[in-house]
T-cell receptor
Framework: DGGITQSPKYLFRKEGQNVTLSCEQNLNHDAMYWYRQDPGQGLRLIYYSQIVNDFQKGDIAEGYSVSREKKESFPLTVTSAQKNPTAFYLC???????????????FGPGTRLTVL | QKEVEQNSGPLSVPEGAIASLNCTYSDRGSQSFFWYRQYSGKSPELIMSIYSNGDKEDGRFTAQLNKASQYVSLLIRDSQPSDSATYLCAVKDTDKLIFGTGTRLQVFP
């Protein structure tokens, strides 16, 4: 079964803790993305990666960190520096063809993070 | 700052009617456009992509693109209560997507 998996589905964090959200894909996609969605709002890009060992900041990268050591995996760490981390976190992936106008993104099921 | 604008709704339509969802974008050079459906509490699901001016049909869904006027729309024919969801418009910007805030559609029996 090809797809994108995210774990855990629900995560609770205490103030001052770092937590890591997992994202794995077996679609052989080159590009992976992390978004944050707050209630009633659209998606905001946190980080993205076009190739292994390289990633770029999105619009709201402060307080987050990522790594891309394998093509299939793109974990997101929410650090204690993120002041308001309670949100729905979505991972996505896409093919990344040079010069392509396409690059449809497909999403994982999401992780809902709550800070206690 | 490149922007994608959608009316937040809710857009309420009776079962069997045509639902029309609209999206405008600020970057005249944009080439790729996408519609996602998001049920409450779930992740977005890609339902349509469109790259050329005109209409693209897929089942009950039709995407319409007008690059000169910088708008893209999604028509849902024979709307069903199961179509009730938030519909997100996205526009490709170099190597990432810019999303609108979504339009909530309610289809009532």
């Amino acid at each position: 079964d090809g797809g994108i998996t995210q774990s855990p589905k629900y995560l609770f964090r205490k103030e001052g803790q770092n937590v890591t959200l997992s994202c794995e894909q077996n679609l052989n996609h080159d590009a992976m993305y992390w978004y944050r969605q707050d209630p009633g709002q659209g998606l905001r890009l946190i980080y993205y990666s076009q190739i292994v060992n390289d990633f770029q900041k999105g619009d709201i990268a402060e307080g987050y960190s990522v790594s891309r050591e394998k093509k299939e995996s793109f974990p997101l760490t929410v650090t204690s520096a993120q002041k308001n981390p309670t949100a729905f976190y979505l991972c996505a992936s896409s093919r990344s063809l040079p010069g392509s106008s396409y690059n449809e993104q497909f999403f994982g099921p999401g992780t809902r993070l709550t800070v206690l | 700052q490149k922007e994608v604008e959608q009316n937040s709704g809710p857009l309420s339509v009776p079962e069997g009617a045509i639902a029309s969802l609209n999206c405008t974008y600020s970057d005249r050079g944009s080439q790729s456009f996408f519609w996602y459906r998001q049920y409450s509490g779930k992740s977005p699901e890609l339902i349509m992509s469109i790259y050329s001016n005109g209409d693209k049909e897929d089942g009950r869904f039709t995407a319409q693109l007008n690059k000169a006027s910088q708008y893209v729309s999604l028509l849902i024919r024979d709307s069903q209560p199961s179509d009730s969801a938030t519909y997100l418009c996205a526009v490709k910007d170099t190597d990432k997507l810019i999303f609108g805030t979504g339009t909530r559609l309610q289809v009532f029996p």
